[in-house]
């Protein structure tokens, strides 16, 4: 059974950096991609970024570019997302996912999901 686990979400002043961690098990992924999502209070669940197991390549929404990398060290089947220069509009429950089988930007294509954390971020 996959599991997914995220660690390292918490409290930080705008300007501040916080790196998330996803810790896949169960399961050595070679193909798809991991990929992060948030969900604002109220709002639905959005596309943050994401990265190809095969390749590397990354894939980040607009709003994140030049602030957040994602990468990853596969023989720890874990996945980072390093956020620095966080704006309070960054506050949200974070939450890594993935997808054995391609990259995408959707929700609904992955399969695989973790619990969450919370990244609040303070003005």
């Known amino acids: 059974q996959v599991q997914l686990v995220e660690s390292g979400g918490g409290l930080m002043q705008a300007g501040g950096s916080l790196r998330l961690s996803c810790a896949a098990s169960?399961?050595?992924?070679?193909?798809?991609?991991m990929g992060w999502f948030r969900q604002a209070p109220g709002k639905e669940r959005d596309f943050v970024a994401a990265i190809s197991w095969s390749n590397g390549r990354t894939y980040y929404t607009d709003s994140v570019k030049g602030r957040f990398t994602i990468y990853r060290a596969n023989a720890k089947n874990t996945v980072y997302l390093q956020m620095n220069s966080l704006k309070p509009e960054d506050t949200a429950v974070y939450y890594c996912?993935?997808?054995?089988?391609?990259?995408?930007?959707?929700?609904?294509?992955?399969?695989?999901w973790g619990q969450g954390t919370q990244v609040t971020v303070s003005s």
């Open positions: 996912a993935a997808d054995p089988s391609k990259v995408s930007f959707v929700g609904m294509d992955y399969d695989y």
């Open positions: 169960g399961r050595t992924f070679s193909s798809g991609a």
